[in-house]
């Protein structure tokens, strides 16, 4: 397997442009993650999708931000309009989990690097 | 609620000395927790993981934690650091949703310098 794939790598726009990154799961994960890192506040969780349903997008900053999952093999995160200060690397991460398997590991992709300017 | 505390930013160490990058957990139930390592613009790789199989884990390249729910630690630990090593750290829980499976608490990550 290729593993979690994510695009584009790099992203650079303007203020108040639509961003949408993209991730392709590792194929037969049920399990999808979007978080974002910066150096200010680290690693943090945007939203978690189960079977392609959200269960927790408590960390979706704030109405900017959208996620979807439309199958089990994609998943989009949409900024609009783009801010300087959603600057960061925002990284996708899938797993297999279930209600007795829900401590299995999660399998990063190499993330997007988000600037915008 | 479950977090992570990773006790150091930056630690550092010279080549061929032990690593101990420290981590305390808070779960209100038997926890699963990883040590995950990112080297510099790379994405997290898993170095190991805590699933109440064995309080002593065993990870890739050479490194360990143990469980110890009495301190509520796991702390990961390398008896020779390699200058490769150098990378960044991070401490993870588990947190599960009733039938709907569990996410990842992150810590805030430790920093890790090797010298040679």
């Known amino acids: 397997d290729a593993g979690v794939i994510q695009s584009p790598r790099h992203e650079v726009t303007e203020m108040g442009q639509e961003v949408t990154l993209r991730c392709k799961p590792i194929?037969?994960?049920?399990?999808l993650f979007w978080y974002r890192q910066t150096m200010m506040r680290g690693l943090e969780l945007l939203i978690y999708f189960n079977n392609n349903v959200p269960i927790d997008d408590s960390g979706m900053p704030e109405d900017r931000f959208s996620a979807k999952m439309p199958n089990a093999s994609f998943s989009t995160l949409k900024i609009q309009p783009s801010e300087p200060r959603d600057s960061a690397v925002y990284f996708c991460?899938?797993?297999?989990?279930?209600?007795?398997?829900?401590?299995?590991?999660?399998?990063f992709g190499q993330g997007t690097r988000l600037t915008v300017v | 609620a479950q977090s992570v505390t990773q006790l150091d930013s930056h630690v550092s160490v010279s080549e061929g000395t032990p690593v101990l990058l420290r981590c305390n957990y808070s779960?209100?139930?038997?926890?699963?927790l990883f040590w995950y390592v990112q080297h510099p613009n790379k994405g997290l790789q898993l170095l190991l993981k805590?699933?109440?199989?064995?309080?002593l884990v065993k990870g890739i390249n050479g490194f360990e934690a143990e469980f110890k729910k009495s301190e509520t630690s796991f702390h990961l630990t390398k008896p020779s650091a390699h200058m490769s090593d150098a990378a960044e750290y991070f401490c993870?829980?588990?947190?599960?949703?009733?039938?709907?499976?569990?996410?990842?608490?992150f810590g805030q990550g430790t920093e890790l310098s090797v010298k040679p």
């Open positions: 779960s209100s139930y038997s926890p699963s």
């Open positions: 805590y699933t109440s199989a064995a309080t």
């Open positions: 991460a899938s797993s297999q989990q279930g209600s007795r398997i829900w401590n299995t590991e999660a399998f």
């Open positions: 993870v829980v588990s947190r599960l949703f009733y039938n709907q499976g569990g996410k990842l608490i």
């Open positions: 194929s037969g994960h049920n399990s």
